[in-house]
């Protein structure tokens, strides 16, 4: 049968300073474990900033220029024709489907652009008749060209928020550009 170990010195009645009794002057003064940075969670990426806390609101943009949401304007013909899922069949039907993938959108915002933010799906052509869906996603439509209602999007809200253009397309790109929106690829959002 194993004895315990026993120590020959009684535990101490007080938790054991780290504080020593004696400093040198001009010394730093030693941390605390009250001051010392928490670790990170188990698994966490020390890295990274740590996440939001899920209960307290949404921080706001801080390049929104106005404090104003952000607005995500997005290319609908652009991004569906970005995954090649036979979407030319059924063009409307992958213009519903983008819009379902975007609903979470205004609410988690995206990557680099702090939620809440509104989003508008500009689609054109055939996929102009899917319905208005609850989720947050406006669905502008086209009554000619979508990149000319883009950028007429954008004109209207330039410099009165943060504007961020979804799309590939290089022509858009660089008109959108040039009235000061910012420009994200087709993977920036659900698709």
Known sequence: MAVPFASPEPAPAEPVSLVPAFQ?????????????DPLPPV??????????????PPAA???????????????????????????????????????????????AGLPDVAAP???????????????????????ERAAGSGDDTIVDLVRAAAGSRRIVVVTADRGLRARVSALGAEVRGPS???R
């Open 188 to 190: 920036a959002v659900p």
């Open 61 to 107: 943009d801080p390049l929104s220029p106005t404090g104003v949401d952000p607005l995500v304007v997005v290319d609908g013909a652009n991004v569906v024709g970005s995954v090649p899922d036979g979407w030319w069949r059924d063009r409307a039907g992958a213009a519903i489907r983008l819009r379902d993938n975007l609903a979470g959108v205004p609410a």
């Open 117 to 139: 933010v509104d989003v508008v799906l500009v689609v054109e052509g055939r996929a102009r008749d899917i319905p208005q869906a609850p989720g947050g996603v406006r669905v």
């Open 43 to 56: 698994g966490a990426d020390p890295l990274s900033p740590p996440a939001a806390d899920p209960l307290s």
């Open 24 to 36: 040198e002057p001009g010394a730093p003064a030693p941390i605390s474990p009250s001051s010392a």
